[in-house]
């Protein structure tokens, strides 16, 4: 039975599936959401998004990624989902091949297929910490690929890649001049350990016409119902992807847009705090979840993920007599016998690996890992 049946039936299942921080958009936020309702801006804006918004966003890519952007550069979207959902219809012809690391966010692949490319998978390892090496990039290179799709932190893993790695796989590209690169920055504040988030066009100037930046305001300023994203990018591009926008759903909000303005250009403290919290939460995950025999869990440096394998439990037998075969069992098992639901790590493309999402309270968090353990004990 899923989780949601589940659910409906009565049963206290505790979810850790949930993709956005469980935390209430800041006020200041709510109440520029309150002022535009009050002051009408209640009409169609321009199907790119508002001068200000627009004039914020770019303010934005200069004050905190060191990146120049014009207005005629700039597209606000409904979500950074349909950036990405615009960027691939606008640009992908028949077979054209679009690079995806493993573990990959669900809807990369998918809607590479939707756009009629082929999406490339590259695997990367739990000894490497969830990342690809440039070797591994160069590989799967070809005169028909398209963009290579970077996001860093990562959903599912948390994994982000350090300047230098960026600076490596940017060496790549540089040497094959016909890929894009769409750097998915969805979770650049959600960034720990006092690393410094960095997107590719920074590190390597040489890509910035040929990069396509992917953020919004969804998981930095937890705002994932307001739905506004944005992608920057070269203008060719980027108009194709507004024209697309135009002829499908036409403008993003316009309320949304103004309380997005006041998300980029207002106090931060919002963006601080949160983080100090998630890095506890992921902490305090990451521990519990070594505790329990034959899972093991690296510790991300980004996002509120945390990918821990649980193949040290394959070939044990749950107490009803099934067999542990794969992280589809475990995540049945877990769900029927802790009813806690966590994602299978196939359905981010690796096999092994579970995912959990930390945007919880702790005590939230505290009993769902006990229960898991409890599950996993009683395994033999
Ligand atoms: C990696 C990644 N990119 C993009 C998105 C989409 O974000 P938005 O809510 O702005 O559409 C998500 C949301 O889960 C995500 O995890």
């Known amino acids: 039975m899923k989780a949601s049946e589940l659910k409906a039936a009565g049963k206290d299942i505790i979810s850790l599936g949930m993709g956005e921080p469980d935390f209430d958009t800041p006020e200041n936020i709510k109440n520029a959401a309150i002022e535009a309702i009050k002051k009408g801006?209640?009409?169609?804006?321009?199907?790119?998004g508002t001068a200000a918004l627009k004039k914020a966003i770019i303010s934005k890519l200069k004050?905190?990624?060191n990146l120049d952007y014009k207005p005629s550069e700039i597209c606000v979207s409904t979500g950074a989902k349909q950036?990405?959902?615009n960027a691939l219809?606008?640009?992908i012809n028949p077979q054209d091949e679009v690079i995806i690391p493993a573990p990959y966010w669900v809807s990369y692949p998918d809607m590479v297929l939707l756009a009629g490319g082929t999406p490339v998978i590259v695997d990367s390892s739990e000894q490497n910490n969830f990342k690809i090496s440039p070797q591994d990039l160069e590989k799967k290179i070809t005169p028909k690929t398209k963009w290579l799709v970077l996001n860093s932190p990562s959903n599912p893993t948390g994994a982000c890649y350090s300047q230098q790695e960026l600076k490596a796989l940017a060496d790549v590209l540089v040497r094959n001049p016909h890929v894009y690169v769409m750097a998915d920055d969805i979770y650049e504040h959600l960034i720990f350990d006092d690393l410094k988030f960095s997107n590719i066009a920074e590190i390597e100037p040489q890509l910035?016409?040929?990069?396509?930046?992917?953020?919004g305001v969804s998981k930095a300023y937890a705002m994932t119902g307001w739905r506004i994203g944005y992608g920057a990018g070269p203008e060719k591009l980027i108009k194709a992807m507004s024209m697309i926008q135009s002829q499908s759903t036409s403008s993003p909000s316009s309320i949304s847009q103004a309380a997005s303005v006041e998300a980029l250009n207002g106090v931060q403290d919002y963006i601080h705090s949160s983080k100090k919290v998630f890095q506890a939460r992921r902490d305090m995950v990451v521990k519990m979840l070594n505790q329990i025999d034959g899972i093991n869990c690296n510790t991300p440096n980004g996002a509120f993920?945390?990918?821990?394998?649980?193949?040290?439990?394959?070939?044990?037998?749950?107490?009803?007599g099934k067999v542990i075969e794969n992280d589809n069992d475990f995540a049945a098992y877990v769900l029927e016998d802790a009813l806690v639901a966590v994602v299978p790590g196939v359905a981010f493309g690796a096999e092994g690996f579970f995912r959990i999402s930390y945007a919880a309270s702790e005590d939230f968090l505290k009993n769902a890992m006990n229960r898991i353990a409890e599950a996993c004990a009683k395994l033999n």
Do not use: H, M, Q, W
């Not at 910035?208 to 953020?215: I, P």
């Not at 993920?305 to 009803?320: A, D, M, N, R």
């Open 41 to 48: 801006d209640t009409k169609y804006t321009a199907v790119d």
């Open 63 to 65: 004050r905190e990624n």
């Open 83 to 85: 950036v990405i959902f």
């Open 89 to 91: 219809i606008a640009s």
């Open 208 to 215: 910035k016409d040929r990069t396509l930046v992917v953020n």
């Open 305 to 320: 993920y945390v990918f821990p394998s649980c193949k040290g439990l394959f070939g044990k037998k749950t107490p009803s």
